[in-house]
């Protein structure tokens, strides 16, 4: 998984985390040659936004929004293939650094990405 911005392990990170979330929920198998399911992505996007102005024009908050560019090919369904962005924010209060909050809300954008791409691929199991 390549990466636009953010924590340097931030793609490994949620390699991890998408192969951990596959292999306890169903009973499929990680294979290096001929998969039937064959999962690329990138993330495309790390940002932070300032959100919720106040009156003296700062930000009541901030927000980190998490996109990851997946395409998945289904080698015995070729209707299912898909290449679709998934993304998710979480905000937090303005007198708080990024790098305060980064730890405890990287997990919380991975974690709701995986979950959204877990469904749009076994949703109809």
């Known amino acids: 998984m390549e990466t636009a911005g ?5 793609s490994l990170t949620i ?13 499929l198998k990680i294979i ?4 039937d399911l064959l999962l690329e992505g990138s993330i495309t996007g790390y940002e932070l936004t ?10 009541g908050l901030n927000r980190l929004t998490l996109r990851v560019q997946i395409q998945l090919t289904n080698r015995l369904d070729e209707t299912k293939n898909f290449d679709q962005e998934f993304s998710f924010y979480q905000d937090f ?3 708080q650094t990024l790098s305060q909050v980064e730890k405890t809300l990287i997990p919380k ?17």
């Not at 953010?6 to 931030?10: A, H, K, Y």
């Not at 954008?109 to 199991?125: P, R, S, T």
Request: charged fraction near 25%.
């Open 6 to 10: 953010g924590p340097s392990n931030l």
């Open 15 to 27: 390699n991890e985390k998408l192969k951990e979330y596959f292999q306890r929920n169903t009973t």
């Open 32 to 35: 290096n040659q001929n998969p």
């Open 50 to 59: 300032p959100q919720a102005p106040t009156s003296d024009d700062k930000a």
């Open 93 to 95: 209060p303005q007198n």
């Open 109 to 125: 954008l991975a974690d709701q990405i995986i979950l959204d791409l877990f469904n749009k691929i076994a949703g109809d199991w």
